[in-house]
């Protein structure tokens, strides 16, 4: 069973960093192409960023909102998955989930205020 | 970058009877090599993370009741649940991955 546990959300300031991990099991980790979502409050989804595979190059992409400020990376030795957030800002307040497509973690909330 | 344009944004609809949603893709996320379409369907209910219900377009994922299918090609895909049960209240998105993901803004359903 896929199961991805998200941990290291929490209240930052603006302008303040934050680093969230997403730790897997069930599945091929060093396989997958993993992915990070939010979801700010009452709002919809919204892809953040992706890695791929390090079969294929472990690339990285990211949406235009947090590109530049944020950083999707891996350790396969450790099936983990991370987001760097720097330079934080009100919008970026939301539950962030870590994805494969087919599984998704329960989240964890960032929340970016003053 | 792909937008996905879902209508409507709500919809009421009677236990037992058919809800579709549409989902419009700003261009084919049609695969020609492999003729696939890269399009997928979440179901999401309050305080849940979303559930994938069906992707390359009409492949319904393992478990899913089969009141649930998706059609379409190209730019034009529906999410149509033949007969709406009460525990299908929630929000359902389409999402792209032909090339870097997006989702549509996302469609409530709530019972008549």
């Known amino acids: 069973e896929v199961q991805l546990v998200e941990s290291g959300g929490g209240l930052v300031k603006p302008g303040g960093s934050l680093r969230l991990s997403c730790v897997a099991s069930g599945f091929s980790f060093s396989n997958a192409w993993m992915n990070w979502v939010r979801q700010a409050p009452g709002k919809g989804l919204e892809w953040v960023g992706r890695i791929k595979s390090k079969t294929d190059n472990g690339t990285t992409d990211y949406a235009a909102p947090v590109k530049g400020r944020f950083t999707v990376s891996r350790d396969d030795s450790k099936n983990t998955l991370y987001l760097q957030m720097n330079s934080l800002k009100t919008e970026d307040t939301a539950v962030y989930y870590c994805s494969t497509g087919v599984g998704w973690g329960q989240g964890t909330l960032v929340t970016v205020s003053s | ?112």
């Open chain 2, 1 to 112: 970058d792909i937008v996905l344009t879902q209508s409507p944004d709500s919809l009421a609809v009677s236990l037992g009877e058919r809800a579709t949603v549409n989902c419009k893709s700003s261009q084919s996320v049609l695969y020609n090599s492999n003729n696939k379409n890269y399009l997928a369907w979440y179901q999401q209910k309050p305080g849940q993370p979303p559930k994938l219900l069906i992707y390359w377009a009409s492949t319904r994922e393992s478990g899913v009741p089969d009141r649930f299918s998706g059609s379409g090609s190209g730019t034009d895909f529906t999410l149509t649940i033949s007969s709406l049960q009460a525990e299908d209240v929630g929000v359902y998105y389409c999402q792209q991955y032909y090339s870097t993901p997006s989702f549509g803004q996302g469609t409530r359903l709530e019972i008549k």
